[in-house]
T-cell receptor, first 114, second 112 residues
Framework: DTGVSQNPRHKITKRGQNVTFRCDPISEHNRLYWYRQTLGQGPEFLTYFQNEAQLEKSRLLSDRFSAERPKGSFSTLEIQRTEQGDSAMYLC????????????FGPGTRLTVL | GQQVMQIPQYQHVQEGEDFTTYCNSSTTLSNIQWYKQRPGGHPVFLIQLVKSGEVKKQKRLTFQFGEAKKNSSLHITATQTTDVGTYFCAGPANSGYSTLTFGKGTMLLVSP
């Protein structure tokens, strides 16, 4: 399967715990995006990488959130000191570089904070 | 900041009826993309429109980009149960062409 993969698919954690999610993009895609989606809403942009460089972060992104893409391939998203409001689906997408390129989404990681 | 609004939020049709969803941006868009998300699934790219007044067709789906490049529509002719899902439009965020601002989507339910 050459699509975008995400692990884990589901994560249940207690408030205050740290969680980390992984995304493996399509191999030839050098752009990688993280989104958050809650029920009834569209994906909300969190951050974006071109190769290993994090080029943009949403102003809505709390400092409890951090993302890395150390070798320009897979990426991790960490949430520290989780809060109930962090419960959501976390989607990863990848694309080729250049303007107007379609984004390919992974299946997402559903986070539930108790 | 830029806002992308979609109407309606929800539509329930009988199989065979037509369906249209509308997307409006607060700013002029360089391009607009449409995605479909099936229940329990992830967004899947459908199409991208770039030119003012552009119309593109994919079988029963017709996509249109407004002349002012601030609005777009998706029309489905003779809906089928396989069309069920949420349809999102997305435009480049103000910050750059690489990131997208998604609308809230229109959820389509098709009854057989």
């Amino acid at each position: 399967d050459t699509g975008v993969s995400q692990n884990p698919r589901h994560k249940i954690t207690k408030r205050g715990q740290n969680v980390t999610f992984r995304c493996d993009p399509i191999s030839e895609h050098n752009r990688l995006y993280w989104y958050r989606q809650t029920l009834g809403q569209g994906p909300e942009f969190l951050t974006y990488f071109q190769n290993e460089a994090q080029l943009e972060k949403s102003r809505l992104l709390s400092d409890r959130f951090s993302a890395e893409r150390p070798k320009g391939s897979f990426s991790t998203l960490e949430i520290q000191r989780t809060e109930q409001g962090d419960s959501a689906m976390y989607l990863c997408a990848s694309s080729l570089s250049g303007s107007y390129n379609e984004q390919f989404f992974g299946p997402g990681t559903r986070l539930t904070v108790l | 900041g830029q806002q992308v609004m979609q109407i309606p939020q929800y539509q329930h049709v009988q199989e065979g009826e037509d369906f249209t969803t509308y997307c409006n941006s607060s700013t002029t868009l360089s391009n607009i993309q449409w995605y479909k998300q099936r229940p329990g699934g992830h967004p899947v790219f459908l199409i991208q429109l770039v030119k003012s007044g552009e119309v593109k067709k994919q079988k029963r789906l017709t996509f249109q980009f407004g002349e002012a490049k601030k609005n777009s529509s998706l029309h489905i002719t003779a809906t089928q149960t396989t069309d069920v899902g949420t349809y999102f439009c997305a435009g480049p965020a103000n910050s750059g062409y690489s990131t997208l601002t998604f609308g809230k989507g229109t959820m389509l339910l098709v009854s057989p």
